[in-house]
């Protein structure tokens, strides 16, 4: 079984930087497709950003591509996935959920979050004006 869980959140002003943090712990050491999504009250949940560990490969939404950016690492029975947050605006602020899929290939990462059962508890990142 894989536990997911975030961390990494906080608040910040306009213009600032963040990162969260989200470690999967896995039983067996295969590939995962993990991603980033945030809700803001109220709404659907927004997949902004994944990363297939296997290879590396990463897909960003729109409205985060250039300002956010994915890394991983790799440890024995653990991926790391990291959220770079850059050049924050007042419409980040959500709640940041981390989630993760077993994954044959890439070219099926994407965050759409009909793909992922495994989810953490969420983080919140608070931007002001």
């Known amino acids: 079984q894989v536990q997911v869980e975030e961390s990494g959140g906080g608040s910040v002003e306009t213009g600032g930087s963040l990162r969260l943090s989200c470690v999967a712990s896995?039983?067996?050491?295969?590939?995962?497709?993990m991603a980033w999504f945030r809700q803001y009250p109220g709404n659907k949940r927004e997949g902004i950003a994944s990363?297939?560990?296997?290879?590396?490969?990463?897909?960003?939404a729109e409205s985060v591509k250039g300002r956010f950016t994915l890394s991983q690492e790799k440890f024995p029975n653990t991926r790391a996935l990291y959220l770079y947050m850059d050049a924050l605006k007042v419409d980040d602020t959500a709640t940041y959920y981390c989630?993760?899929?077993?994954?044959?290939?890439?070219?099926?990462?994407?965050?759409?979050?009909?793909?992922?059962?495994?989810w953490g508890q969420g983080t919140q990142v608070a931007v002001s004006s």
């Open positions: 989630a993760a899929a077993f994954s044959a290939s890439p070219d099926y990462c994407r965050p759409h979050d009909f793909l992922f059962t495994l």
């Open positions: 896995l039983s067996k050491s295969d590939s995962l497709c």
């Open positions: 990363l297939y560990t296997g290879t590396g490969d990463t897909y960003y």
